[in-house]
């Protein structure tokens, strides 16, 4: 996990452990205390809940642009090979034809 996403669980954490904290120590009625409880927990839970959506599409937006990367150096690569393979058959095919050229001199001979 990166040091954002961990910051921001962290963030996440201590306000939710805060406002826990915060109601369980308030001079309020235990219905009133309760009914607090449920809306910091729901919040909590939508505050995770966007964390992890925002830390999904991170995470898919990174993989696709490092995909993308690998795909074009797999490209330059094959291409970069292409040019060499046509540059070796170039050499051999001259080599070939100066070797038949010394055969027919030599069976001449």
Do not use: C
């Amino acid at each position: 996990m990166s040091d954002s996403s961990n910051t921001i669980l962290g963030i996440l954490a201590g306000t939710a452990i805060g406002a826990t904290l915060g109601i369980l120590f308030a001079p309020d009625k235990g219905t009133e205390t309760r009914k607090k409880l449920v809306e910091q927990s729901n919040a909590l839970v939508d505050d995770v809940t966007t964390s992890t959506t925002q830390l999904k599409h991170q995470v898919a937006d990174t993989l696709t642009s490092k995909k993308e990367s690998l795909d074009d150096k797999m490209e330059s690569l094959v291409s970069s090979a292409s040019y060499k393979t046509e540059d070796v058959i170039t050499t051999l095919e001259a080599k070939l034809k100066d070797l038949k050229a010394r055969n027919r001199k030599l069976q001449r001979s």
